[in-house]
Structures are given as structure tokens and as C-alpha cells.
């Protein structure tokens, strides 16, 4: 073959791999949808800025993406497979670039198969995972709200100045956030998890399920276990806990100050409607 030719040839695949979806001009709103065929266990990667990320699960091997883009001429979004279809490594990338980028913001919403490994990066929106069967999660924002409701897997949720929720999750949790509350309702059986927070409160429901040895720390906050003081010591205006629930197999720690500490309060309510 014609060296020139051979080169182009190599360059044309390499771009296709790709697969990027240029960047998006015109029109205040764009939206683009793909599926991809994903192998067990896959690594799927969200990588944003000024980007909001919805998972949810979805009952087939197929990866679900709907991207929605304002002012998407400010806006350079691509996705790359590492592997041919079905995919073991999947990548989605939204940057944000030009003299408008301010007003450039984007919703991703996948739908992902059960057994998956997350990886999302995103900075200043939120991140939400819903009735979510997953093999492990990093997410990380700043200036952005994470939830995960009705899921399984092990998760680590990182943000900054927001508010972090787990309802009805089944697995181990490493939670980080500052100036913010931390909300959490579920199941932990397993593994060393972590939870710590800086100027906001700390709830904690143990459901039903849970094999856990709880240990904590705060200043300046109230703390109660089962809404009563049993396990906590105070030390003037610190004070420190432990509980345990069935025989402590998993271990939680809390770090917390200034802010309170609940551990299996009356009740929440974020999670129960109560005022």
C-alpha cells in the first residue's frame, strides 16, 4: 500500500474511535441519544464541566445516552469506546470553552446495566444515581448536590458546599462533603465506611439488615443515638460515640465539627415528610 495512503487510512480509524459529536453550534437547547452494547463489568467514565449527570438503571446490556446541551456552541462533547462493541471501557466528555462559556451547561442522563463500574467527574451541578445496581461508584462534583436513592454497589461520593443524600442503598459508603448536611438511609454489612462533613449535620438510619460498629466525633453539635445519649461522651463542647448494631462485622466512621451527629433518630425528615 501507498505510504501516503496507509497513513491516512490510520488516521481516519483513530478518529473514528473517537466518535466525537463536534462542538455543538446554533439554538439555545441540543440534544443528541446513542446506544452502546456494554460487556459485563464494564468501566463506564463521565467526564464534565457545568455538567449534571442522571443515572438510572436500565434491564439490558445496552448503555442508554441522552445528552442535552444550552448554549451548546460553547460546548465540546465527544464519546470513546477503548474496545469494540460490547464495550468494556466507555468514555463521555463534556468541556466547556469560549468568551460564553458561563452560560454553557449540559444534563447527561444515562441509563446503565446492572454490574458496572462509575466513574464520574463533573464540577458546580449535581450528580443523582436512582434505582442504580451497580459494581462500584466514584462520583465527584464541587458546588454540587450528590444522591443516590434505591441502589446497591460501593460508593464513594465526594462534593464541596453541598449536600450529600443515600436513601435505600445496599452497600459500603465513603462519604465526603463540607459546609453541608449528610443524609443517609440503608444497609451497611460491609467493609470500612467513612463519613465526613464540616459546618452541617449528619443523619444516619441503620436499616433493618445492617452489621455495623458506628464510631464518631463533632464539636459544637448535639448528638443523639436512638434519640437518647447511650454510647456518646461528652467533653465540654466535644463529644464522641460509638454503637453498635448485631455484632459490628462493618465499621462507620463519622467526623464531623461544628455539627451534630443522629444516629437512628425518631425521623428524618428529608426521608419521612415530617416537620
Not at 452560560?103 to 444515581?129: F, K
Not at 461508584?137 to 464513594?156: C, H, P, Q, R
Request: proline share 3%.
Amino acid at each position: 500500500m501507498d505510504l501516503r495512503l496507509k497513513t491516512l487510512v490510520i488516521i481516519i480509524v483513530a478518529f473514528a474511535t473517537m466518535a466525537p459529536v463536534c462542538v455543538l453550534s446554533g439554538g439555545e437547547r441540543t440534544t443528541t441519544t446513542s446506544t452502546i452494547t456494554i460487556s459485563p463489568g464494564a468501566l463506564i467514565e463521565v467526564i464534565g464541566e457545568y455538567a449534571e449527570v442522571r443515572v438510572h438503571r436500565v434491564n439490558s446490556d445496552k448503555l442508554d445516552l441522552k445528552a442535552t446541551f444550552y448554549n451548546g456552541e460553547f460546548i465540546d462533547f465527544y464519546t470513546r469506546s477503548f474496545t469494540p462493541e460490547p464495550s468494556n471501557h466507555f468514555v463521555i466528555s463534556t468541556k466547556i470553552g469560549g468568551s460564553g462559556s458561563k452560560s454553557a451547561n449540559s444534563i447527561i442522563d444515562l441509563g446503565i446495566p446492572v454490574g458496572v463500574h462509575l466513574v464520574v467527574r463533573t464540577t458546580n451541578r449535581p450528580i443523582s444515581i436512582d434505582s442504580a445496581t451497580l459494581s462500584t461508584a466514584s462520583l465527584t462534583t464541587t458546588d454540587g448536590n450528590i444522591s443516590v436513592m434505591n441502589s446497591s454497589g460501593d460508593y464513594d461520593l465526594s462534593t464541596t458546599n453541598s449536600e450529600v443524600i443515600a436513601q435505600s442503598v445496599d452497600g459500603k459508603m465513603n462519604i465526603t462533603t463540607t459546609n453541608a448536611h449528610v443524609w443517609v438511609d440503608g444497609v451497611i454489612d460491609i467493609g470500612n465506611n467513612s463519613i465526613a462533613t464540616t459546618n452541617g449535620d449528619v443523619v444516619v438510619r441503620l436499616r433493618d439488615g445492617s452489621n455495623v460498629t458506628v464510631s464518631g466525633a463533632t464539636h459544637n453539635g448535639d448528638v443523639t443515638i436512638n434519640g437518647g445519649s447511650e454510647g456518646i461522651v461528652r467533653d465540654g463542647d466535644t463529644a464522641t460515640l460509638e454503637h453498635r448494631v448485631e455484632n459490628g462485622s462493618a465499621t462507620l466512621l463519622i467526623t464531623n465539627g461544628p455539627g451534630a451527629i443522629h444516629i437512628n433518630p425518631e425521623a428524618i425528615a428529608l426521608f419521612d415528610g415530617d416537620s
